[in-house]
């Protein structure tokens, strides 16, 4: 099971950090990242962090989300830096695939998060 906390209502430009505790199985065996999905729009691949530590980011947040992991905790964390109004959407934890490959969470619901509201409005 994965959940998330730290979502809420923040001013353009304003940062949130986002957290992800697993329990159930150990992180250190798999990629673990973040997904989001906005209102009316397909689910995007925001970061996914490989079990080697490789990092990969998804276009629209390269240089102002960082994603960090803490195995010890078995919690995964993302950084939301520069926040624009296009960021607000539900973000998930998910289990991940390096690049940006996420499981079905239709058939692998335990390999996701329920999800948190970030928003981000003037």
């Known amino acids: 099971q994965l959940v998330e906390s730290g979502g809420g209502l923040v001013q353009p430009g304003g940062s949130l950090r986002l957290a992800c505790v697993a329990s159930?199985?150990?992180?250190?065996?798999?990629?673990i990242g973040w997904a989001r999905q906005a209102p009316g729009k397909e689910r995007e691949g925001v970061a996914c962090?490989?079990?080697?530590?490789?990092?990969t980011y998804g276009d629209s947040v390269q240089g102002r989300f960082t994603v960090s992991r803490d195995d010890a905790k078995n919690m995964v964390y993302l950084q939301m830096n520069s926040l624009r109004p296009e960021d607000t959407a539900v973000y998930y934890c998910?289990?991940?695939?390096?690049?940006?490959?996420?499981?079905?969470?239709?058939?692998?619901?335990?390999?996701w998060g329920q999800g948190t509201q970030v928003t981000v409005s003037s």
């Open positions: 998910a289990v991940c695939s390096p690049p940006l490959d996420y499981y079905s969470r239709t058939n692998f619901a335990d390999y």
């Open positions: 962090m490989g079990n080697d530590g490789s990092l």
């Open positions: 159930g199985f150990t992180l250190d065996y798999f990629g």
